[in-house]
């Protein structure tokens, strides 16, 4: 099995940055795509960011030129640096893997960490 493991959540006020960091631990073979999604109270879940191994990154447009994804393959771990943060970016944020297991994807989940935007 997997586990992912989030840090970095908390309070910044409008136009400020935030690193999330996500680690990645167990049976972490075949994690072919790792990535960020968040999700408001009544609202689905939707992704942020995401990289595939050897990837480029890919970014919901509501986040593109603010938020920047980074993999780490030696220590197991992705980051989100979120700058020029808004309130609308107020959310709790989900860390995923996409674990291929030779016939689909499984998806894992971290336990999700707050981001709150707000003056």
């Known amino acids: 099995q997997v586990q992912l493991v989030e840090s970095g959540g908390g309070l910044v006020q409008p136009g400020g940055s935030l690193r999330l960091s996500c680690a990645a631990s167990?049976?972490?073979?075949?994690?072919?795509?790792m990535g960020w999604y968040r999700q408001i109270p009544g609202k689905e879940r939707e992704l942020v960011a995401s990289?595939?191994?050897?990837?480029?990154?890919n970014y919901a447009d509501s986040v593109k030129g603010r938020f920047t994804i980074s993999r780490d393959n030696a220590k197991n771990t992705v980051y989100l640096q979120m700058n020029s943060l808004k309130p609308e970016d107020t959310a709790v944020y989900y860390c995923?893997?996409?674990?291929?297991?030779?016939?689909?994807?499984?998806?894992?989940w971290g336990q999700g960490t707050l981001v709150t935007v707000s003056s």
């Open positions: 995923n893997a996409k674990k291929w297991t030779g016939d689909r994807y499984l998806d894992v």
């Open positions: 167990g049976s972490i073979f075949r994690i072919k795509v």
């Open positions: 990289i595939a191994s050897g990837g480029s990154p």
